[in-house]
Structure formats: C-alpha cells, structure tokens
C-alpha cells in the first residue's frame, strides 16, 4: 500500500514505493587489517567516519590503511555509496548509516557494510532517510545480538523503505542540504565568537588589553589580591537519602550546573527548615568543590533571581563578595582551572575552602572590573544567542524528518 508524507512540495503527488535496499545498493563486508597495516596507504572509512559526519568525504576519513590495488579495487567507496556501522554495543547505534560524496574513491573496515550503488536514487536523499525514526526502527528491530549487535548483508537488504519519485528525492534533498548548512554556518559562527572570548580574556586578565575611563584616561594600576581578601566562603547542606522528598527544598548540586548556568533538568528535594541551611543569594558563585570526576571540580555559575533563595548540597560551595560579577568571568581563565588542578586532593577529586581563598586573582579598579564584566556578558549572550539559534533550527529541521518522509 502506497503512503504519503504530511509535508509535500505541491508539484508532487501520488504515493511513495515501498523498496527493499536489495533493490539500490549491493551490500559487502570491509577489509579485517592487521595493525601493522594501519596509518598509511588508502583513506580507510571506519565507524567513526560514519558517527561523526552527515556526509563522508574523501578528506574527512580518519583512518588509512596499507592495502595491494587490487585489494582496495575490490573494496573501493565511490560517489553516492552508503556506509554502515556493521556492530555496536547498543542497539541504537547498530546500523547507523552515512553516505560517501567524494569523486575520489576509498574503501572501508571490518566493522563497516558497503552498500554499493546499484539502483536508482538520490544519495542525500537516501542519506537523510536512512537517518529518519521510521529507518532507524526498521534495522535496529532486525538487529541481532545480546551484549552486542550485529547487522548482516542480508538484514540490510530486506529492509523496506518508502520512496518518492527521484525528482521528488532530488528536491527534498536539496531543501534539507540547505537547513543542514543553515546550521553548520550558525555552528562555525558560534565557535568563532567562543574563539574571539577565548582570545579576549587571555588578553584582559593578563592586562594587556586595557579600558580606559570616560575622558580617555587609563584606570589605575591592578593590584594582586587572594580571594579570601575580596569575598567569602558560604559552605553547603549535609545531607542523607532519608531527607530526600519531593516536597522539600531544592538543593543544588553540582549536576545543575551546566555550561556555567543554573538549569533544573536533574533535581533533588530535600526536608530541611528555613533557617537551617545557608540559602544561595543572588549574584554568589556557586562551585563544585568535590565529585567523583576530577575534571568537574572547580565549575560555577552565577547565581540569578529565579534562584535565590534556594539550597545548595555540601559538594559545592558557594564564593560571595561585591566583586562577584567580575570574578564570574575570572573562573572562566586558564589560571583559575589551573589553580583548581593545582589544589586537587591527592587521593579525593576535591578542594577545600581554605586553599580557594589563596587563589590569586588580578584586581583592577571597581570601574574597570564592571567594564570588563559587561563587555564579557555582551558576548557570552551574544554566543547564547546563536546556540538558542542553533538549537531552533535543529528542532525545525526534526519537524521536517518527521513530516517530509513517509
């Protein structure tokens, strides 16, 4: 029975096909290398190539492998061939597919199917439908395996999907290439302007990069202080499971603290009296000070009025001082993370109160520190505002999938 997709672009009508993938492509294992074959010789597509890409081309293969001619003959990847992922350990990723667009052929491993061009169709097309739930569900339902899955030659050929007529394809293709580079263009622009801060602070802290007051003049010299000079220590809440209720008090943790923002995906709620914890204030510095993962000691976020108020757990500890706003963006530096490292508890991922309130800190005027703090905010919401960008383009383009195909 033929099916139509909710989305259509009005020259088009009548139903999609049903066709099995045996009917395009002509499905071959990849070569099983040894490891002294690997690192030179022909590009070699591997899963990652085919997990980390939309497309794969001719440059973005990771891999090479040393192999006769007639070998990579044998096992070559041309244009508008599909590659994939022949096992996983789980089943959402079994069968995961990419295809090639590149003139120039490769070839492939072991833990790779080939589908080889063989039927006609558009590559993108087919490319973005293989990607699509309805695809997804298709092979990994027909996937094999108990602690790991497998896809075979002839899962993949039964698979049926439904099909447009190939200027149909042509057309959805090029509609969602074109969201597709909408996101990449707002992915390189918001990678540009964290590169532009980067580059920034590492100028404004180390005094470099100056401001000057509203005749022109420089603001005085910047001082040296430790931040135990400048602010304080709040320490958290200690608690234990049986305190844990839905209808308590919010306590953060260090999970709440993502991306240096406060968020309330994963919350726990704890009974305790008003009175019997330290609340967070508005513009303290929440930090994690203990976690299993070394590399999570020493986030922050800055605290905000929805906020206020609430509770936070005895791994974290909270910075307050006056000069909060400028310090926010100093434990973004280089020299706070590796002040963070250099204080790590030799066998416990933590730092204490009293080591943080050694951490020197450069301390230009009051006047100064608010320039330098507002021109970081403007860019930190400027970088905010592509990923909320970002972020809506990808949901739109998740729409899309879900109505353009059958």
């Known amino acids: 029975m033929s099916k139509v997709p909710k989305l ?3 020259e088009f009508s009548g139903g999609w096909e049903l066709k099995k993938l045996s009917q395009l492509l002509e499905f071959k294992n990849g070569i099983n290398a040894s490891k002294e074959q690997y690192g030179s010789g022909f590009k070699f597509i591997n899963v990652l ?3 980390n890409n939309d497309f794969i081309t001719h440059d973005l293969i ?9 070998v990579f003959e044998k096992y070559s990847v041309n244009y508008g061939d599909i590659l994939f992922q022949r096992s996983s350990e789980t089943r959402e990723e079994v069968g995961t597919a990419c ?5 120039k ?15 006609e169709y558009d590559p993108m097309f087919l490319n973005k439908l293989l990607k699509t739930d309805l695809s997804r569900n298709e092979i990994t339902s027909k996937s094999g395996g108990s602690t790991r899955y497998n896809v075979g030659q002839e899962t993949l050929s039964s698979v049926a999907l439904p099909f447009p007529s190939l200027p149909e394809q042509q057309k959805i293709a090029s509609f969602l ?8 263009q707002l992915t390189r622009k918001k990678e540009w302007l964290e590169q532009y801060k980067k580059g920034v602070m590492q100028q404004l802290f180390s005094g470099k990069l100056r401001f000057k007051d509203e005749n022109g003049k420089p603001y005085p010299k910047w001082e040296e202080k430790r931040l135990g000079e400048i602010g304080e220590i709040v320490s958290g809440l200690t608690y ?5 209720n839905e209808n308590g008090v919010l306590v953060l943790r260090s999970s709440n603290v993502q991306g240096r923002r406060i968020v309330f995906d994963d919350n726990v709620y704890v009974n305790v009296n008003q009175g019997d914890f330290n609340p967070v204030q508005e513009d303290d510095i929440l930090i994690c000070v203990r976690n299993g993962s070394r590399d999570l000691i020493g986030k922050n976020a800055i605290i905000n009025k929805e906020s206020d108020g609430l509770a936070f757990g005895a791994f974290m500890t909270v910075f307050r001082s006056k000069y909060s706003k400028y310090l926010f963006h100093f434990f973004d530096t280089d020299s706070y993370k590796k002040a963070v490292h250099r204080n790590l508890g030799a066998t416990i991922n933590s730092i204490n109160g009293s080591d943080l309130k050694k ?3 450069p301390f230009p005027s009051p006047e100064e520190q608010q320039k330098i703090a507002s021109f970081l905010t403007a860019l930190d919401a400027k970088i905010e505002s592509v990923a909320t960008q970002i972020a809506h383009t990808q949901t739109f383009k998740k729409g899309l999938l879900q109505q353009m195909f059958v």
Do not use: H
Request: aromatic share 10%; proline share 4%; hydrophobic share 40%.
């Open 8 to 10: 259509r672009f009005k």
């Open 49 to 51: 190539d085919i997990l």
């Open 62 to 70: 990771i891999g090479s492998v040393d192999v006769d001619e007639s």
């Open 99 to 103: 295809v090639y667009l590149d003139s």
């Open 105 to 119: 052929p490769a070839t492939f491993g072991g833990f790779v199917i080939r589908g080889k061009k063989i039927g």
């Open 177 to 184: 290439s074109a969201v597709d580079e909408k996101i990449q």
């Open 240 to 244: 234990s499971p049986d305190d844990v």
């Open 359 to 361: 951490f020197k800190v």
